[in-house]
């Protein structure tokens, strides 16, 4: 994956019947800080119905825009609720439990009167305090020693928004990922000795490289279909204690 810009990206959620002036402002605070703020956008609310407040900018039914929103919350570095008198609706813990499910960090501006929210949420109303945590935590490396599955898609989400890939579709990432299963039959074909110039044996990547290269993008396109490689694999591990193998090779000793 080739490198690209490096920015800490955020979303921000609460009540807009109730605080929506200071969601503005909140906005504002993280856009000076060099955040960029991937939803909402600043607008203004044109309509209210059932309780949902429409702005200028939303495009859809209420169910797309939320949906809008998940996807946003996906690709940002951390979710933050304006809550100053510690209200937490409905659709903002919705918001609250989809970011804890994909870990990433929450924080709010006041403690949530919900007790259980409190489990999941660091109250931090300093925007500076917040950039100095999320970049600590956003860095680049995998985990020291080995690591796990989760630990991995964590790494792979991080570095795609640290690298500037965040716009990748499902689509983008499988042709990606492709392109590298090619890299590394090449690889292959050099260390097997399958014919090849050898300008081309001399400058192949090491066979590693492109099995790392292969991973990566796989664990990409998980994160972007929202699998858990966790789950999926015992799933399927599960799947696969009730079947039966046979192999479609021929013994030529039994065929005589």
Same mark, same amino acid.
Do not use: H, Y
């Given at each position: 994956m080739n490198e690209g810009k490096t920015e800490i990206c955020v979303v921000i959620v609460g009540s807009f019947n109730r605080h929506l !002036?200071?969601? /503005?402002?909140?906005?504002? #605070? +993280?856009?000076?800080?060099?955040?960029?703020?991937? %939803?909402?956008k600043p607008s203004k609310p044109i309509s209210r119905k059932d309780g949902f407040v429409m702005l200028e900018c939303n495009k859809g039914t209420p169910g797309e825009i939320?949906?809008?929103?998940?996807? $946003?919350? &996906?690709q940002s570095d951390l979710l933050y609720v304006v809550n100053p008198d510690g209200y937490i609706g409905r659709s903002t813990s919705f918001e609250i439990g989809y970011a804890f499910s994909r870990n990433i960090p929450i924080y709010s501006w006041e403690k949530p009167k919900d007790p259980m929210l409190c489990f999941l949420i660091t109250r931090e109303k300093s925007i500076q305090a917040? #950039?100095? %945590?999320?970049?600590?935590?956003?860095s680049c490396d995998l985990?020291?020693? $080995? +690591?796990?599955?989760?630990?991995?898609?964590?790494y792979v989400h991080r570095m795609v928004l640290k690298r500037g890939f965040a716009e990748e579709t499902i689509r983008d990432v499988l042709l990606l990922f492709v392109e590298e299963i090619g890299e590394l039959a090449r690889a292959?074909?050099?260390?097997?000795?399958? #014919?090849?110039?050898? !300008?081309?044996?001399? &400058? @192949? #990547?090491?066979? /590693?490289?492109e099995v790392a290269d292969c991973l990566m993008y796989l664990?990409?396109? $998980? @994160?972007l279909a929202g699998i858990g490689l966790e789950d999926a694999l015992r799933e399927k591990q599960r799947m696969d204690a009730n079947r039966r193998w046979r192999s479609q090779k021929v013994d030529p000793v039994a065929q005589d």
């Open positions: !002036e200071q969601i /503005r402002q909140t906005i504002s #605070k +993280f856009e000076l800080e060099g955040i960029r703020v991937l %939803s909402p939320e949906s809008d929103v998940l996807k $946003a919350i &996906s917040i #950039k100095q %945590s999320i970049g600590r935590r956003g985990p020291p020693g $080995a +690591f796990t599955l989760s630990e991995l898609q964590d292959i074909r050099g260390l097997t000795g399958l #014919k090849m110039s050898r !300008e081309r044996v001399d &400058s @192949n #990547k090491e066979l /590693r490289t664990v990409d396109l $998980a @994160n």
